[in-house]
């Protein structure tokens, strides 16, 4: 039986939060003047406009879905930047050389991205509830939901960091795959205002049914039901916490 | 008990180039170890496959009794290993790194010993500073507190003083010497010769992936390492066949200078009359003559130019 080290894994989470603590303008004040930015384009520019099929009006239906893409790019941010800085940086080695075990540091690395993403939520819809109808209907789906997207979205991040061979790869994974998939979430759109095929698209999308379940809690309304989208998410967590513990426990690209 | 024993580590890399060839080397514990080779002999890639960070192809690793493979996190724990590399973490300072490195090994930061670390390796000034305005020298001792932290058994040192000022250096050899002193068992792999001449005990090297040779440092320097005579002609010697079998006890080698010839010792003495007079039949009475010991970097230059097919 190996033994464990739950000091080591402590460490590892406590370092993990204190890296992004330690640079407050990008992962704590960015996120709020982000908020501020929507309040001004959308809030003014939609005006009352409501959303087809839906009885909410534009920015209300924003909004969940805004925080829960911050909470998506914040956790992939978080796992990606931390290893693959450790990498170019050559500090990887000492997560390699310590007696940590893959369960250990993947288990470090996922909740340090869900403490990020959870703080950026925070942040977000505090300075976004004075401004808007909404309040926490369903707690516990919004629970599972962000914490869910979070938990994938680390675990991308972690897989994308440990791939990468510098800054540039990581910013390909960012830009190509994971602003794609968020931005086609339904974040800003029903899915019902869109044609059949997009529509069929849309529920590959397993983001979409992130986004879709994280609204429902805030506003009781989606385009699918949260409660049996959750065997999908769930699903999805599994597979991808799987697949951190394997690569990691493999030394995919980090051992030669 | 031994600090480690090595049987049969063998590396092969996906491009098949072979960086360690089976070899078999046991340190001792409570040993100053020095592993010598010239660059991409095969050192780091042993070094690397004992701190987990590259794969063994195949062989057996036991650490102060334990499967090295198999017991991993045990092993880990009582391994610090100084790498070659300069590496740090820009979020944090010197001080933070420590508490953290502790920590990821299991370990309660010991605030006392980490001040020590701090003073002996000059950086108590700078354990509040962000690691990104530390100098390249500051950043290799902070690596050298790194390995040291957790207070392992065996310290694996990867050239830790190539770039760290000769004080400096002086220092770092002195503590380490204290915690030999203590019963921790070190490994060095450093390209000053005469450093490890002077501090280990035990030494090896290794060539090309292959090792050389393995054995106490004092028995290495009496039983490999030789004296030679020099002999100045002020031009370069032709070595004729005859030369060579008038010369033959003497393993001549023929330089830009004259010749050199390798001397044999006996108890009271030494074939130095012998060689001389044999020189001087056949190229005449030198310029200029003297008698060297060999020193370790001679042993290390001899026996690496033999595995390439070179002379020394």
Redesign the interface.
């Known amino acids: 039986m190996?033994?464990i080290?739950p000091?080591?894994t402590?460490?590892?989470f406590?370092?993990e939060i204190?890296?992004f603590l330690?640079?407050k303008m990008q992962t704590i004040f960015t996120p709020a003047l982000t908020a501020m930015l929507y309040l001004v384009i959308f809030r003014y520019a939609m005006g009352d406009r409501h959303v087809p099929g839906l009885e909410v009006d534009y920015f209300t239906f924003l909004v969940p879905g805004l925080a829960m893409m911050a909470m998506m790019q914040n956790a992939f941010a978080n796992t990606s930047s931390s290893m693959i800085?450790?990498k170019v940086?050559?500090?990887h080695?000492?997560?390699?050389?310590?007696?940590?075990?893959a369960v250990e540091v993947v288990f470090a690395f996922l909740a340090a991205a869900v403490v990020r993403a959870l703080v950026v939520a925070t942040v977000f819809l505090a300075v976004l509830l004075p401004f808007v109808d909404i309040t926490l209907l369903h707690l516990g789906i919004i629970l599972l939901y962000g914490i869910s997207a979070s938990i994938i979205m680390g675990g991308l991040g972690l897989i994308a960091g440990m791939w990468a061979k510098d800054f540039d790869n990581v910013a390909m994974v960012t830009n190509f795959v994971i602003l794609p998939l968020t931005f086609l979430s339904g974040v800003f759109y029903s899915v019902k205002q869109l044609p059949e095929i997009w529509q069929q698209i849309n529920y590959a999308n397993p983001f979409f049914y992130l986004t879709d379940g994280f609204r429902y809690g805030f506003l009781g309304i989606g385009d699918t039901d949260p409660f049996a989208s959750i065997s999908i998410v769930i699903g999805s967590v599994v597979v991808t916490v799987l697949c951190c513990w394997y690569l990691w426990y493999s030394?995919w690209r980090m051992?030669? | 008990m031994n600090a480690l024993e090595i049987n049969g580590l063998t590396k092969t890399?996906d491009n098949g180039k072979t960086a360690l060839n089976n070899v078999t080397l046991t340190v001792p514990q409570g040993s100053f170890f020095a592993l010598l080779g010239p660059n991409g002999a095969g050192k780091s890639t042993l070094i690397?496959m004992l701190?987990?960070?590259?794969?063994p192809t195949s062989g057996e690793v036991t650490l102060l009794g334990r499967e090295l493979f198999s017991d991993?996190?045990?092993c880990?724990?009582r391994?610090g290993?100084v790498?070659q590399?300069?590496?740090?973490?820009?979020?944090?300072t010197p001080r933070?790194v420590l508490r953290?490195?502790?920590?990821?090994?299991?370990?309660?930061p010991d605030e006392a010993w980490i001040d020590e670390l701090f003073d002996r390796l000059e950086l108590t000034q700078h354990c509040n500073k962000n690691t990104r305005q530390l100098s390249g020298g500051m950043r290799r001792r902070l690596l050298v507190a790194?390995a040291l932290v957790h207070r392992p058994e065996l310290v694996i040192l990867d050239e830790p003083t190539a770039g760290v000022d000769v004080e400096l250096r002086r220092r770092l050899w002195s503590f380490m010497r204290e915690l030999n002193a203590k019963g921790i068992t070190i490994l060095l792999t450093t390209h000053y010769l005469d450093e490890a001449e002077e501090l280990c005990d035990q030494v090896a090297i290794i060539d090309q992936g292959n090792l050389l040779t393995a054995r106490p440092m004092k028995e290495m320097m009496s039983e490999i390492a030789s004296s030679h005579l020099w002999l100045n002609y002020g031009k370069p010697v032709a070595l004729t066949a005859e030369d060579s079998s008038a010369l033959a006890a003497f393993d001549p080698r023929a330089n830009d200078e004259g010749v050199c010839l390798k001397l044999g010792h006996f108890e009271g003495g030494s074939t130095f009359h012998e060689a001389y007079e044999a020189a001087v039949s056949c190229f005449g009475p030198p310029i200029d003559a003297g008698v060297r010991s060999e020193d370790l970097e001679d042993v290390f230059l001899r026996l690496t130019a033999k595995e390439t097919g070179g002379r020394a």
Do not use: H
Not at chain 1, 93 to 101: D, E, K, R, T, V
Not at chain 2, 51 to 55: G, L, N
Not at chain 2, 85 to 92: G, K, N
């Open positions: 190996r033994p080290n000091r080591g402590w460490t590892l406590l370092r204190r890296r330690k640079v800085m450790g940086m050559g500090m080695i000492y997560l390699l050389m310590a007696p940590l075990s030394g051992k030669e | 890399y690397n701190a987990d960070t590259v794969r991993r996190a045990w880990k724990k391994i290993v790498p590399e300069i590496a740090f973490d820009p979020f944090f933070e953290f490195t502790s920590g990821l090994f299991g370990c309660k790194q």
